[in-house]
Protein backbone atom coordinates (compact mmCIF):
# COMPACT_ATOMS: atom_id res chain seq x y z
CA UNK A 1 0.00 0.00 0.00
CA UNK A 2 1.20 3.84 -0.49
CA UNK A 3 3.17 5.32 2.22
CA UNK A 4 4.17 2.28 4.03
CA UNK A 5 5.57 -1.16 4.33
CA UNK A 6 3.50 -4.03 2.63
CA UNK A 7 2.50 -6.90 4.88
CA UNK A 8 2.20 -9.23 1.74
CA UNK A 9 4.90 -10.37 -0.73
CA UNK A 10 3.50 -10.83 -4.36
CA UNK A 11 5.15 -13.63 -6.50
CA UNK A 12 3.67 -15.23 -9.52
CA UNK A 13 4.93 -19.22 -9.70
CA UNK A 14 2.70 -20.43 -12.28
CA UNK A 15 0.84 -18.79 -15.03
CA UNK A 16 -2.57 -17.58 -14.00
CA UNK A 17 -1.46 -18.19 -9.81
CA UNK A 18 -0.20 -15.30 -7.56
CA UNK A 19 1.25 -16.69 -4.30
CA UNK A 20 0.38 -14.02 -1.21
CA UNK A 21 3.31 -14.40 1.31
CA UNK A 22 2.90 -12.52 4.78
CA UNK A 23 5.95 -10.74 5.28
CA UNK A 24 6.48 -9.80 9.23
CA UNK A 25 8.30 -12.69 10.13
CA UNK A 26 9.54 -10.74 13.45
CA UNK A 27 5.99 -10.49 14.30
CA UNK A 28 4.61 -14.19 13.59
CA UNK A 29 2.82 -12.16 10.69
CA UNK A 30 0.32 -10.90 13.57
CA UNK A 31 -2.73 -8.97 11.96
CA UNK A 32 -2.55 -5.36 12.18
CA UNK A 33 -4.94 -1.86 11.16
CA UNK A 34 -2.50 -1.99 7.41
CA UNK A 35 -2.89 -5.73 6.93
CA UNK A 36 -6.92 -6.26 7.21
CA UNK A 37 -7.04 -3.00 4.93
CA UNK A 38 -4.08 -4.87 2.46
CA UNK A 39 -5.80 -7.77 2.42
CA UNK A 40 -9.10 -6.51 1.32
CA UNK A 41 -7.62 -4.45 -1.47
CA UNK A 42 -5.81 -7.53 -2.98
CA UNK A 43 -8.77 -9.87 -2.63
CA UNK A 44 -10.75 -7.40 -3.99
CA UNK A 45 -8.99 -6.78 -7.22
CA UNK A 46 -7.86 -10.67 -8.08
CA UNK A 47 -10.28 -11.32 -11.35
CA UNK A 48 -10.96 -7.96 -12.82
CA UNK A 49 -9.53 -5.23 -14.32
CA UNK A 50 -5.73 -5.59 -14.65
CA UNK A 51 -5.86 -8.17 -12.54
CA UNK A 52 -8.19 -10.53 -14.60
CA UNK A 53 -5.28 -12.88 -15.97
CA UNK A 54 -5.46 -14.27 -12.16
CA UNK A 55 -6.84 -17.19 -12.11
CA UNK A 56 -6.14 -18.72 -8.30
CA UNK A 57 -4.29 -17.58 -5.13
CA UNK A 58 -1.63 -19.35 -2.94
CA UNK A 59 -1.46 -17.72 0.66
CA UNK A 60 1.17 -18.76 2.99
CA UNK A 61 3.30 -16.74 5.81
CA UNK A 62 7.07 -16.70 6.33
CA UNK A 63 9.31 -17.38 9.23
CA UNK A 64 7.86 -19.87 12.02
CA UNK A 65 3.86 -18.97 11.45
CA UNK A 66 0.96 -18.65 9.32
CA UNK A 67 -0.17 -15.61 11.24
CA UNK A 68 -0.54 -15.83 15.04
CA UNK A 69 -3.52 -13.38 14.55
CA UNK A 70 -4.26 -9.88 15.94
CA UNK A 71 -1.60 -7.79 16.77
CA UNK A 72 -1.83 -7.60 20.62
CA UNK A 73 -0.47 -4.19 20.48
CA UNK A 74 -3.28 -3.01 18.30
CA UNK A 75 -5.48 -4.51 20.85
CA UNK A 76 -4.04 -2.55 23.65
CA UNK A 77 -4.23 0.63 21.07
CA UNK A 78 -8.09 0.15 21.24
CA UNK A 79 -7.77 0.65 24.96
CA UNK A 80 -11.44 -1.08 25.22
CA UNK A 81 -13.58 1.94 23.85
CA UNK A 82 -16.52 0.36 22.42
CA UNK A 83 -16.87 3.13 19.98
CA UNK A 84 -13.40 2.06 18.14
CA UNK A 85 -13.66 -1.28 18.79
CA UNK A 86 -16.59 -1.42 16.57
CA UNK A 87 -15.18 -0.43 13.28
CA UNK A 88 -11.91 -1.72 13.58
CA UNK A 89 -14.19 -5.68 14.03
CA UNK A 90 -15.82 -4.54 10.64
CA UNK A 91 -12.90 -3.87 8.87
CA UNK A 92 -11.92 -7.33 10.42
CA UNK A 93 -14.23 -9.23 9.04
CA UNK A 94 -14.82 -7.31 5.82
CA UNK A 95 -10.61 -8.16 5.24
CA UNK A 96 -11.90 -12.10 5.55
CA UNK A 97 -14.77 -11.87 3.75
CA UNK A 98 -12.87 -10.26 0.58
CA UNK A 99 -11.05 -13.99 0.67
CA UNK A 100 -14.33 -15.69 0.94
CA UNK A 101 -15.78 -13.39 -2.07
CA UNK A 102 -12.80 -13.10 -3.61
CA UNK A 103 -13.45 -13.83 -7.72
CA UNK A 104 -10.96 -16.60 -7.70
CA UNK A 105 -10.33 -19.85 -5.15
CA UNK A 106 -7.80 -19.04 -2.22
CA UNK A 107 -5.48 -21.35 -1.37
CA UNK A 108 -3.93 -21.65 2.47
CA UNK A 109 -0.67 -23.08 2.71
CA UNK A 110 -0.34 -23.44 6.39
CA UNK A 111 3.13 -23.69 8.19
CA UNK A 112 4.26 -22.95 11.68
CA UNK A 113 1.30 -20.97 14.31
CA UNK A 114 -1.97 -20.25 12.76
CA UNK A 115 -3.83 -18.71 16.07
CA UNK A 116 -6.65 -16.49 16.31
CA UNK A 117 -6.86 -15.10 13.23
CA UNK A 118 -4.63 -17.39 11.76
CA UNK A 119 -7.31 -19.96 12.16
CA UNK A 120 -10.02 -17.60 11.03
CA UNK A 121 -8.18 -16.48 8.16
CA UNK A 122 -7.88 -20.27 7.22
CA UNK A 123 -11.87 -20.52 7.66
CA UNK A 124 -12.22 -18.16 4.74
CA UNK A 125 -10.17 -19.55 2.09
CA UNK A 126 -11.46 -22.26 -0.15
CA UNK A 127 -9.04 -25.08 0.41
CA UNK A 128 -6.44 -25.41 2.82
CA UNK A 129 -2.89 -27.21 2.83
CA UNK A 130 -0.86 -28.01 5.93
CA UNK A 131 2.39 -28.90 6.92
CA UNK A 132 3.22 -31.10 9.90
CA UNK A 133 4.22 -28.03 12.10
CA UNK A 134 0.78 -26.47 11.64
CA UNK A 135 -0.86 -25.59 14.89
CA UNK A 136 -4.16 -24.23 14.62
CA UNK A 137 -6.79 -22.32 17.48
CA UNK A 138 -8.46 -19.90 18.75
CA UNK A 139 -6.65 -17.95 21.30
CA UNK A 140 -9.09 -15.08 22.14
CA UNK A 141 -10.49 -16.82 25.05
CA UNK A 142 -7.06 -16.73 26.86
CA UNK A 143 -7.36 -13.12 26.76
CA UNK A 144 -11.05 -12.42 27.52
CA UNK A 145 -12.49 -12.47 23.67
CA UNK A 146 -14.30 -14.46 21.03
CA UNK A 147 -13.38 -15.45 18.03
CA UNK A 148 -16.13 -12.98 16.07
CA UNK A 149 -15.39 -14.28 12.74
CA UNK A 150 -14.27 -18.05 13.78
CA UNK A 151 -17.43 -18.72 16.04
CA UNK A 152 -19.76 -17.47 12.82
CA UNK A 153 -17.89 -19.02 10.57
CA UNK A 154 -16.63 -22.24 12.31
CA UNK A 155 -19.80 -24.39 12.31
CA UNK A 156 -19.87 -24.29 8.53
CA UNK A 157 -16.73 -25.79 7.91
CA UNK A 158 -16.29 -27.31 11.27
CA UNK A 159 -19.85 -28.00 12.79
CA UNK A 160 -20.58 -27.12 16.05
CA UNK A 161 -18.92 -29.80 18.29
CA UNK A 162 -15.61 -28.78 16.59
CA UNK A 163 -15.84 -24.91 16.43
CA UNK A 164 -16.95 -25.11 20.73
CA UNK A 165 -14.21 -27.16 21.60
CA UNK A 166 -11.57 -24.38 19.97
CA UNK A 167 -13.43 -21.43 21.08
CA UNK A 168 -14.05 -22.21 24.45
CA UNK A 169 -10.94 -23.74 25.50
CA UNK A 170 -8.00 -21.82 23.21
CA UNK A 171 -6.44 -25.13 22.95
CA UNK A 172 -4.34 -25.84 19.61
CA UNK A 173 -4.75 -29.25 17.45
CA UNK A 174 -2.19 -30.31 14.73
CA UNK A 175 -2.11 -30.80 11.32
CA UNK A 176 -4.10 -34.17 11.35
CA UNK A 177 -6.78 -33.17 13.89
CA UNK A 178 -7.21 -30.14 11.66
CA UNK A 179 -7.71 -32.28 8.62
CA UNK A 180 -10.23 -34.74 10.34
CA UNK A 181 -11.81 -31.86 12.04
CA UNK A 182 -12.48 -30.34 8.18
CA UNK A 183 -10.50 -27.59 8.40
CA UNK A 184 -7.87 -28.90 6.30
CA UNK A 185 -8.29 -30.57 2.91
CA UNK A 186 -4.18 -32.23 2.43
CA UNK A 187 -1.20 -32.78 4.68
CA UNK A 188 1.86 -32.24 4.10
CA UNK A 189 5.89 -32.15 4.99
CA UNK A 190 6.51 -28.65 5.52
CA UNK A 191 8.93 -28.30 3.10
CA UNK A 192 6.81 -28.70 0.00
CA UNK A 193 3.13 -27.58 1.27
CA UNK A 194 3.87 -24.57 -0.44
CA UNK A 195 4.61 -26.36 -3.85
CA UNK A 196 1.65 -28.60 -3.51
CA UNK A 197 -0.16 -25.25 -3.10
CA UNK A 198 0.95 -24.05 -6.11
CA UNK A 199 0.45 -27.34 -8.01
CA UNK A 200 -2.90 -26.99 -6.55
CA UNK A 201 -3.54 -23.68 -8.00
CA UNK A 202 -1.86 -23.96 -10.75
CA UNK A 203 -4.60 -27.12 -11.80
CA UNK A 204 -7.53 -25.00 -10.96
CA UNK A 205 -5.76 -22.06 -13.35
CA UNK A 206 -6.62 -24.28 -16.04
CA UNK A 207 -9.45 -24.68 -15.80
CA UNK A 208 -12.42 -22.48 -17.33
CA UNK A 209 -12.96 -19.45 -15.51
CA UNK A 210 -16.16 -19.07 -15.45
CA UNK A 211 -16.85 -22.14 -14.12
CA UNK A 212 -14.62 -21.85 -11.32
CA UNK A 213 -16.11 -18.18 -10.47
CA UNK A 214 -19.58 -19.29 -10.52
CA UNK A 215 -18.96 -22.57 -8.49
CA UNK A 216 -17.33 -20.75 -5.60
CA UNK A 217 -20.24 -17.98 -5.89
CA UNK A 218 -22.27 -20.45 -5.26
CA UNK A 219 -20.52 -22.94 -2.49
CA UNK A 220 -20.29 -19.45 -0.93
CA UNK A 221 -23.71 -18.32 -1.08
CA UNK A 222 -25.51 -16.97 1.80
CA UNK A 223 -22.80 -16.86 4.15
CA UNK A 224 -23.15 -13.31 5.58
CA UNK A 225 -25.73 -14.07 8.47
CA UNK A 226 -24.71 -13.65 12.01
CA UNK A 227 -21.85 -11.19 12.00
CA UNK A 228 -23.20 -8.45 12.41
CA UNK A 229 -24.11 -9.77 15.77
CA UNK A 230 -20.76 -11.26 16.33
CA UNK A 231 -19.13 -7.51 16.06
CA UNK A 232 -21.44 -6.45 18.70
CA UNK A 233 -20.86 -9.05 21.17
CA UNK A 234 -17.04 -9.05 20.23
CA UNK A 235 -16.78 -5.58 20.70
CA UNK A 236 -18.58 -5.33 24.27
CA UNK A 237 -16.00 -8.07 25.39
CA UNK A 238 -12.91 -5.87 24.70
CA UNK A 239 -14.55 -3.84 27.39
CA UNK A 240 -14.37 -5.94 30.15
CA UNK A 241 -11.48 -5.42 32.82
CA UNK A 242 -10.64 -9.55 32.25
CA UNK A 243 -9.44 -8.34 28.82
CA UNK A 244 -7.23 -5.37 29.34
CA UNK A 245 -6.01 -7.30 32.66
CA UNK A 246 -5.41 -10.68 30.12
CA UNK A 247 -3.77 -7.91 27.45
CA UNK A 248 -1.56 -6.24 29.90
CA UNK A 249 -0.40 -9.36 31.51
CA UNK A 250 0.52 -10.80 28.13
CA UNK A 251 2.36 -7.51 27.07
CA UNK A 252 4.18 -7.89 30.82
CA UNK A 253 4.92 -11.32 29.76
CA UNK A 254 6.88 -10.63 26.40
CA UNK A 255 8.42 -7.25 27.62
CA UNK A 256 6.19 -4.69 26.03
Known amino acids: MSGEQSRFRRTEPRPGVVQLTMCRPEKLNAMDQAWFAELRELMEGFGHGAEDA ?6 TGSGRAFSAGGDIDMFAGLDGDVGRVRPHLRRVYDAFHAVERCAVPVIAAVTGLAYGGGTELALACDVVLAGRSARFAFKEPTVGLMP ?3 I ?6 LGRHWTRYLA ?3 RDIDADRAERAGL ?3 VHPDTCVVDRAVELAAEIAAHPPLAVRVGKAFVNRETGGGFAESVEATALL ?6 R ?3 RNFRAAHGR
Request: net charge negative; hydrophobic share 45%; glycine share 14%.
Open 152 to 157: VRGPDV
Open 148 to 150: GYG
Open 168 to 170: LTG
Open 238 to 243: FDTDEH
Open 184 to 186: VQE
Open 245 to 247: MAV
Open 54 to 59: VRAVVL
